[in-house]
């Protein structure tokens, strides 16, 4: 997964409509210029989007190495007691410390943290971030 900013970013687009610098929703597929800080970041906006789809119906992000070489992590949302995305919880390391395998135990148990907090805080977890 892309993270054309730090983690929560993309948590952020993945689950939030789409909207403008105004806070006005985007009508179709455009969306805001991503800056590339490495070779792994996602620039391609079809890609992009696709890529955000499955964070979208997983409910966590990962970051392979978009903002930072050698680094990988993996976010998830909280959301306030209007479903709405208020921050965001990740976990990252070193490449050779987070290897696919160790995303895929670190996913979950980070979107379980962050219904956690969200239930912390009188929130409730969006659609997308349910188990």
């Not at 079809?46 to 966590?60: I, K, N, P, Q, S």
């Not at 395998?101 to 929130?123: Q, S």
Request: with cysteine.
């Amino acid at each position: 997964m892309t993270s054309p900013a730090p983690t929560s970013d993309p948590i952020w687009n993945a689950i939030s409509p789409r909207r403008n610098h105004r806070g006005r929703r985007q009508r179709g597929r455009q969306g805001p210029h991503v800056r590339q800080f490495t070779a792994n970041t996602i620039v391609d906006p079809e890609a992009l989007f696709a890529d955000l789809a499955v964070a979208r119906m997983r409910g966590w992000t990962i970051d392979d190495q978009e903002r930072a070489e050698g680094m990988r992590c993996v976010g998830a949302a909280v959301y306030n007691k209007h479903g709405e995305v208020i921050g965001a919880i990740s976990v990252s390391g070193p490449l050779v410390r987070m290897s696919d395998e160790r995303l895929g135990e670190l996913g979950p148990i980070v979107k379980r943290a962050a219904a956690e907090i969200t239930n912390g805080v009188g929130g409730i977890v969006g659609q997308t971030n349910s188990n």
